[in-house]
């Protein structure tokens, strides 16, 4: 953060692509030094410049390549501030609010989109969290990505052209006991955040499905200013969409593992 504020203070309009392409330049160096390759890329869009930027390098179907800003990325989290953004313009707007019961809002559309609800997923104990606890990721809702070399991970990024429909993730998390009961502990949780995605859901369309979900339009109040998430409005796989085909390096996947295609399933959580 330090360093992104000096860019800011510092930097004209002219510069700053070419300050923050050092900046990612001298990231990736750093990591060689330490026996890590890296791929970085970074998006800025302000009144005055939008721009992309790149460095490192990826093992593209057995071969190292450097990385440009034309390839696709595996986004994962970084969808989740779009997501609370969608529920707290809702809270603005008065329709929910953050001490009310969170299945409240869920529980129509999980019945009628997959014949089950929190209770019955998760335990009375976490049905009866409020929207705020499962925002701040403190209802007890267990990761669907716990565990070292997860088997339900690692299918899933190998076989991402495949559509991965949101109730898969939500029902291999729901295997596990939930962390605590609503507002005893803090845990991270992206099941928690596919659950909230489903709020935006069932707001948006009260007799659809989560597949009718578009957070483009539910979170950005100016989407047009905002061209790089336009993909959260889209249906289906995202096909070469979101992720740079090639040999992820993960140690908790192992070697060898490769990825193919994120798809729309992940998206918004």
């Known amino acids: 953060m330090r360093v992104v504020s000096t860019l800011l203070a510092g930097a004209s309009a002219g510069t700053l692509q070419a300050e923050y392409q050092k900046v990612l330049n001298d990231v990736v160096a750093w990591a060689k030094t330490n026996g890590d390759d890296l791929a970085i890329q970074l ?6 410049e939008t721009f992309a930027v790149a460095s490192g390098s990826v093992q593209d179907r057995g071969v190292r ?3 440009t800003t034309q390839d696709t990325w595996l986004y994962g989290s970084g969808t989740k501030p779009v997501t609370a953004v969608a529920v707290m313009r809702l809270v603005d707007a008065g329709v929910i609010g953050l001490n009310d019961t969170f299945a409240g809002y869920v529980d129509p559309l999980l019945r009628r989109d997959n014949g089950t ?8 104990s976490v049905a009866q969290a409020t929207v705020g606890q499962v925002l701040r990721m403190a209802a007890g809702i267990p990761d669907f990505e716990d565990g070292v070399g997860d088997p339900f991970d690692r299918e899933v990024i190998q076989e991402g052209d495949e559509d991965w429909p949101v109730y898969s993730f939500i029902r ?3 295997k596990e006991k939930p962390y605590c009961d ?8 992206s099941t928690g955040y596919e659950l909230l995605g489903l709020l935006v859901a069932a707001h948006q369309h009260p007799a659809g499905t989560y597949t009718d979900l578009n957070l483009t339009t539910a979170a950005l109040p100016d989407p047009p200013r905002m ?3 336009q993909f959260l409005g889209e249906r289906g796989p995202l096909t070469q969409a979101l992720t740079t085909p090639g040999q992820a390096v993960n140690r908790m996947w192992g070697s060898g593992v490769v990825v193919q295609n994120q798809t729309a399933s992940i998206l918004g959580w």
């Open 43 to 48: 998006g800025w869009v302000s009144n005055a």
């Open 65 to 67: 390549r450097e990385v």
């Open 117 to 124: 609800s929190v209770g019955e997923l998760f335990g009375d």
């Open 172 to 174: 291999y998390a729901a």
């Open 182 to 189: 609503p507002g005893q502990c803090t845990g991270y949780s």
């Open 227 to 229: 061209p790089s998430l």
